[in-house]
């Protein structure tokens, strides 16, 4: 995305010449630069469908708008064919405020410029996407839906698959680079998109929806109304996994022996949340007796969460009509408070009596610092206290978004949500994010009996740059 930097140098370089018009002679006559702000203004618009949601350029943009409000005198003076001198009348302490203002605006654009990624020679080809829908499925309450997966690789017995459900906030698209990582550790990996306006192609991750996300994950687990919303996520997503799950065979060419490879199931947010309550149930690891476990990454698990009950002021005994007015008024008082949530909910895991699939929790860095733990309040719960074999891994310089693409492609998120507080960033966060997946798979592969026997080839272990978390139960040997 380094041609970006084309749009946004022509946004500061004709807000910036009008501003030089009163000091440079040579400019006085040029009667036509009153309408480079108002270009300017249309091309910072016009970054926004073209790149997707880029909150550097928001700076600019704001700049643009009141800049263009500031020059409306002189525009219609243009219009109206009026010769406008009144630039020579601008003082120089609002010049220099003006250019102080287009600094500030500008330095974001170059400051967390988009990181080149060139995919090596070959890699696109490997690339291939197919579609599929559900309108022939009868499942209640799922709507219908045009499903777009992208496949990463060759589908070969050999070759251990992983099928990874995206995050909501950037989908698809927000971990292709990790997917192409992936494959290029000898990984088939599949993931998907819906067919709409934040399909894979436009790469938008909007505004509006990006702020009811953000919520979601800051108050899901201390509010009971945001709460809802977190669950709505998780069984959305349990309808695509559970959909998407069974089309695979056929969708990967199986041979019609009814047998995938070896399959890592890894999922984002919600999605990784269901697949960590999946990771439990009986049904479920009968019908995929080829999933070798599950990665949950940067879930909450908002379902181990329920209601609090209100406190309701007690009358006392004997009290006149004064004390039960003023206990109504408390109960109606106390009513109209958020109504707030604790982690009392049952957990992945909770109460099994068999060999559920082993769980690798990756979160942010953020998790390790005691003051942002409760967010993750769930997840250490259902390390310490669950029955089932269980892991938790950190790269403790990680914020929640730098397991995806967001730390090459939105480099701004990275600095506005940082991981643990003074550890050292990764320097490869892509290849980390991938090399932990795909080690957790190794492992795994490792620990299977007939692994060797069916021919799998069990890809190599990868060193992991940043800084690791790891804590683990019920597996033996475990390391990333």
Request: neutral net charge; contains cysteine; charged residues 20%.
């Amino acid at each position: 995305m380094i041609e970006i930097w084309v749009p946004e140098a022509m946004v500061v370089l004709f807000l910036a010449l009008p501003l030089f018009r009163p000091f440079v002679k040579i400019l006085w006559p040029l009667d036509g630069l009153v309408w480079l702000p108002l270009i300017a203004l249309g091309i910072a618009i016009g970054i926004f469908p073209a790149y997707g949601f880029r909150p550097e350029c928001l700076p600019i943009l704001v700049f643009a708008f009141v800049y263009n409000f500031a020059n409306l005198s002189s525009l219609v003076s243009s219009i109206v064919s009026r010769p406008d001198d009144s630039f020579r009348d601008r003082g120089l302490l609002s010049t220099v405020c003006a250019f102080v203002l287009l600094g500030a605006a500008a330095v974001p654009l170059f400051a967390f410029p988009s990181r080149v990624y060139e995919k090596p020679e070959g890699e696109v080809e490997s690339v291939k996407e197919l579609t599929v829908s559900n309108r022939m499925v009868n499942i209640i309450g799922m709507p219908y839906r045009n499903y777009s997966l992208r496949i990463y690789g060759p589908v070969q017995k050999n070759r251990p698959l992983i099928f990874l459900v995206p995050p909501e906030a950037g989908s698809a698209a927000s971990v292709d680079m990790v997917c192409s990582e992936l494959y290029k550790k000898n990984f088939t990996v599949v993931t998907y998109f819906y067919e709409d306006i934040y399909s894979f192609r436009k790469q938008p991750v909007f505004p509006v929806k990006l702020l009811r996300y953000w919520r979601i994950y800051r108050r899901a687990a201390a509010l009971a109304s945001v709460n809802e919303q977190g669950k709505a996520l998780e069984n959305e997503r349990r309808t695509d996994i559970e959909f998407l799950l069974t089309q695979l065979p056929a969708l990967l060419d199986d041979t019609g022996k009814g047998k995938l490879p070896p399959l890592l199931l890894a999922g984002y947010n919600a999605g990784g949340s269901v697949l960590a309550y999946m990771a439990g149930e009986r049904d479920f690891i009968s019908q995929y007796n080829n999933v070798l476990g599950i990665i949950a990454i940067e879930c909450r698990l908002w379902s181990s969460y329920l209601p609090e009950s209100s406190a309701v002021p007690a009358v006392p005994v004997g009290g006149g009509v004064i004390l039960r007015q003023w206990a109504n008024i408390e109960s109606r008082l106390i009513n109209l408070l958020p109504q707030r949530v604790s982690r009392s909910g049952p957990l992945p895991g909770a109460g099994i009596s068999f060999r559920g699939l082993p769980v690798l929790y990756l979160v942010s860095g953020r998790a390790l610092d005691p003051k942002g733990q409760k967010p993750y309040q769930a997840v250490f719960d259902s390390m310490r206290s669950g029955l089932g074999r269980v892991a938790i891994a950190a790269i403790q310089g990680a914020g929640p978004l730098d397991y995806q693409d967001f730390s090459f492609t939105h480099p701004i998120y990275s600095f506005l949500l940082p991981g643990q507080k003074g550890a050292e960033k990764s320097k490869d966060p892509i290849g980390d994010t991938a090399g932990i997946i795909g080690n957790f798979a190794s492992y795994l592969l490792e620990q299977t009996e007939d692994a060797e026997e069916t021919g799998v080839n069990i890809p190599p272990r990868y060193p992991i740059s940043g800084s690791l978390y790891v804590e683990s139960k019920g597996l033996p040997g475990f390391r990333l």
